[in-house]
């Protein structure tokens, strides 16, 4: 560093030489370490917290992390010069609730369960994020106004209310296999979430029997646990998967992951698969699996029904921040919903994802019902409940497949757990268009 300039005249400058051998030298080493030093303080930035950080929580693990962070995280990072710390886990609710106690809640969650979200909402630890999305991005159904104000918007989205099933197998072969001792695959497992697979087979049967009427009063609160729609709804799933004289059957299903289900099928153990559009993304159910619509005739309900279930993976904003509202904004735009759809992970209802965006002729069927405008679409009833009380229905829906005489005191016992006085129930979770 030069001396700095105080305004007086210097002496007559001495002879001037060529620097020596040994100052270049010096001055060689002295700039590669100042070069290592430079690429040392990246690394430091980078990975120490130096550089504009947003912590994000999502369910997604394994391979389905690692292509959410390739397709859609990274090239967020790469534009925008923020890191976004990405945590991952199968408990996510619970990994939630107990950052939020701590006060180390991440900046964004995407939840899939809007009677979660609702319950943040009016412990007033969600922020508003309608400022942040696109305008007519999304219906109304999947973004709700609160107070005049949208806290969540979905990043991708599911059809529930479906049959998988083999490859080149007539309508005939269908309705038959449906009503056949052992033809629906059917794994309860999913980690700390299992269960939830029974869930959707009582939502769905309610929904395509009775009606979205029904069920929106059900999955809202006003309808009892233990009145006649809901408690035919159990009786009809067991009958459905025999849980009653085949306990091969049921032990199977108690032992196998949702995900693993396919591989019961592989081996000839059954052949229908009542689950969700994302399951298309898990080995075993690509290309070779044909997909039915699951009201009449497989589930009893009406041939002319335009009814259907429907999930999503809802984001959320816990802390604002300069770089996690860079984040959101970046999550509703269509660009990053079109990358994370074309993986097989679901499906967008971004107006500016476009049903020639997905690649085949399944997923572009698909996709088109969650987008009809004519459709009735109702979020799956047990994420949209208060989560005590989803979780207490998943718990029982294993509960009842072990033991079907138990039906009883396990919907006394929920219709007990959804009296208490601090819970917070969504208004509605039906609605039409997309």
Known sequence: ?????????????????????????????????????AVAAVVAVRHFGKEPTVTLLANWTGAEARRFQADVLAPFEKRHHIHVDYQGSSAESQVLSADVEAGTQPDIAVLTGPGELASYYHDRRLKPVGDLIPKNAFGASWTPSFGGKVYWFPLKADLKSIVWYPSGTSEKQLVRAAHEPGQWCLGMGSGATSGWPGTDWIEDI?????????YDQWASGALPWTSPPVRKAWNAWRNMVRAEGDPDLVGRALETDYGDASALAGEGKCSLEHQGSFVGAKKGWQKRKGVYRSSSPLLGGKADSHDWEVSGDLVALLNSTPQSRELIRYLASAEAQRQWSRGGTGFSVNAGVKESDYPDKQRRSLAHTLRDQQAMHCFDASDAMPPSVRDAFARATIDFLADPRRLDSLLRNLVALSSESDLTWLGSVCATGS
Do not use: E, F, H, I
Not at 206 to 214: I, M, W
């Open 1 to 37: 560093m030069s001396a700095p300039d105080d305004g007086r005249t210097s002496a007559v400058p001495a002879r001037r030489r060529g620097p020596s051998r040994r100052m270049v030298r010096t001055v060689v080493a002295v700039a590669s370490c100042l070069a290592l030093v």
């Open 206 to 214: 309610l929904l395509q029997r009775y009606g979205s009427r029904t």
